[in-house]
């Protein structure tokens, strides 16, 4: 599939298995740092919808305005917002160098890279 030419309804129809959705604040400055840390490749960045490809995965952001009328908005508190929370992990990606690269991207490191168990890869908890 062509990122750069495809129509939105082909696009949405083209989408098979899991599918990874970002509802971030702004799209354009995420994508960029998505690209600047871990090295995805951005496609049709708008103020309200991104596509991303990390390896052979693709993901979307879109803005969070956009899910304004979503009715499990409705279900979650205010503050806190309990169970609105995913864990996304990126294995192809060593930490230490997307932590500089987070760093040098004007992001903030919550968490430097650990290992957190013995059973797990290493993490970071970045945020642009």
Do not use: C, K
């Not at 090295?39 to 990390?54: E, G, K, L, P």
Request: proline letters at 9%.
């Amino acid at each position: 599939m062509d990122y750069e030419s495809v129509s939105p309804q082909d696009f949405g129809a083209g989408l098979r298995g899991l599918g990874l959705n970002l509802l971030v604040r702004d799209v354009r400055a995420e994508a960029a740092f998505l690209v600047r840390v871990f090295q995805m490749i951005a496609h049709r960045v708008s103020a309200d919808f991104a596509i991303m490809v990390y390896g052979d995965q693709v993901m979307q952001l879109h803005a969070d305005h956009t899910y304004a009328a979503n009715p499990i908005l409705g279900l979650v508190p205010e503050s806190p917002p309990r169970g609105a929370g995913a864990s996304i992990h990126l294995f192809d990606t060593d930490p230490d160098i997307a932590a500089a690269r987070a760093t040098g991207a004007g992001g903030m490191i919550l968490q430097p890279p650990h290992q957190q168990t013995p059973w797990a890869a290493r993490m970071l908890h970045p945020l642009p």
